[in-house]
């Protein structure tokens, strides 16, 4: 029921007044026995019919007491709520602002210092005995010099190579590597030098790749002006043997400083 069918019942509700005396009027006719419009055929008294009469008039009124009690009495309908609530107000009656989510910050330089990278110059690499690329050379270094050849015993099972050192000064230190290319089945058989034994310190070991030997003299002791030979010797794959992958290194210490020499190996001869 919508609100202007409702209204206009409330109205006709409020605007009906009943008429009471003409209704007890035709009660009071009924119970005093004034003729009916038509007679009874049978000529009983109309009492029976009277009696009805009285209680649908009854029954008329009671039923329109309650429609229209029903009517004024039944509240107004109520408006349907709003699926969207109303924003609150500020006390000044303007809508409350929705804060907005910050922003990122641009994007700038960092305030703090990269440290990924040095701030300084990186130390310069020096190059360790041993390291110098196959085929270059460096024979010679003030009063040191060298040369590097394999020995004339060598064969197609062995091999020797030999590292021979010459110096017009004494060396108070020295350290000689001898680097042997593993090309298939190479092992150490020994090997010797012309110092004393007791001066020098023999490592033989493998690494990446080769065998490398290492005669280290020892603290205190000194190498004399003239010529040393430092030899490796070692098996390997049947056939001849490609040296140009072999190498040596050599590190001394002279009267006026460090000296350093380098090379490879000429065939034998």
Known sequence: MNEELTGRLRAAAEAHQPDRARILARV??????????????????????????????????????????????????????????????????????????????????????????????????????????????????????????????????????????????????????LRIRQTGAVRSTGNWRTMPAEDFTVTVQNEDGAVVYRWILKPGRTVPAGQHVFAGQYNHATGAREAEHDGYHVDANGPNGPLSVWGGFTPAR
Do not use: C, Y
Request: glycine content about 10%; hydrophobic content about 30%.
């Open 28 to 177: 009071e006719r009924g119970m005093s026995g004034a003729p009916a419009r038509h007679r009874e055929r049978s000529g009983a008294r109309p009492w029976p019919r009277i009696a009805l009469a009285s209680l649908t008039a009854v029954g008329t009124l009671a039923v329109g007491g309650f429609a229209v009690a029903a009517i004024v009495q039944s509240p107004p309908a109520r408006p349907e709520a709003s699926a969207t609530p109303a924003a609150p107000s500020t006390p000044s009656g303007k809508p409350r602002p929705t804060p907005s989510t910050p922003s990122a910050p641009a994007t700038g330089r960092p305030t703090t210092p990269d440290r990924s990278s040095p701030t300084g110059p990186s130390p310069s690499a020096s190059s360790p005995a041993g390291s110098t690329p196959p085929g270059s050379a460096h024979v010679q270094d003030g009063p040191l010099s060298s040369s590097g050849a394999l020995g004339a015993n060598s064969n197609t099972f062995w091999a020797q190579s030999n590292i021979t050192l010459k110096s017009t000064q004494p060396l108070t230190a020295l350290t000689v590597e």
